[in-house]
């Protein structure tokens, strides 16, 4: 199974920075997906600078097709530009934007209608962890938010690992991505069997190595280290095996 390495460039990026980054990236890394996933006005410049087998994605998208929701971006608007992913669920829409597990759903259905692959983000906090509820809070964020037949990819984020540095030990990630796995299984039959599964939070490139090389890790979801892309290509390269 090739590996997906996705960056989610959060509210970074410049246009003047777009032609070095995309430079930088070259072709890619042979026998690996990569993907980067700006803010919305520099997903049209960022797929005319990337080499074509690098795609390019947004980090949202409207729940409604079209209409009447200022400020709100249409999926089948972000098809148009070149977008091919779109990232649903993230822990900070969550909680910024109290975003539900029932909206992420909805949001995934009018995605993949336009066309787009979601990625959809679950995770708990160190509160929930601290409990021992992890699992129970992803199998409820798994079944809230995948929609009946969901095609596309998940992403495990620990909330507390994301830009805090802290990353989830091999074990933790090992046994979390089986809960997943299993739940994905359950909820989608065959396709839930193959589903790539991504690690998110604080992936760097000295730990890309080890936490790619951990069962059932299908690829990185990589945030802060993804503005660099030099570091976003020692990641990448980190996937290739
Ligand atoms: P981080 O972010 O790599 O900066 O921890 C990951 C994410 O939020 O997707």
């Known amino acids: 199974m ?7 460039w959060k509210m970074n990026g ?17 026998g690996v997906d990569l993907l980067i996933c700006p803010p ?13 087998g690098i795609a390019v994605g947004a980090q949202d998208c409207a729940v409604e097709q079209s209409g009447a929701h200022t400020g709100d971006v249409a999926a089948g608007l972000l098809a148009e530009i070149g ?47 601290e409990a021992g509820e992890a699992e129970t809070v992803v199998r409820a964020q798994l079944a ?8 596309g990819l998940v992403a495990y984020e620990p909330v507390w ?16 991505h089986a809960t997943i796995r299993a739940a994905l299984k359950k909820q989608l039959g065959e396709p839930g069997e193959t589903m790539l599964i991504l690690y998110g939070g604080s992936v760097k490139p ?11 890790v299908g690829g990185a979801l990589v945030g802060g280290a993804s503005l660099t892309a030099t570091d976003f290509m020692a990641i990448a390269e980190a996937a290739r095996r």
């Open 2 to 8: 090739r590996q997906m390495i996705a960056g989610n």
């Open 14 to 30: 410049t246009l003047a920075g777009i032609a070095a980054y995309a430079a930088a990236l070259g072709q890619g890394v042979a």
């Open 40 to 52: 919305y006005p520099l997903i049209g410049p960022l797929r005319a600078a990337c080499a074509p």
């Open 83 to 129: 977008a091919s992913h779109v990232i649903l669920g993230h822990s900070e829409r969550r909680a910024d934007h109290n975003e539900r597990s029932a909206l992420v759903r909805d949001k995934s259905r009018t995605a993949i209608a336009a066309g787009l692959t979601p990625i959809i983000c679950v995770g708990e906090t160190l509160a929930e962890r």
């Open 144 to 151: 809230g938010s995948l929609p009946d037949g969901f095609t």
């Open 161 to 176: 690992a994301i830009g805090t540095g802290k990353t989830a030990t091999e074990t933790d990630v090992q046994a979390m």
């Open 206 to 216: 000295t730990n890309a190595a080890s936490l790619l090389a951990t069962s059932e």
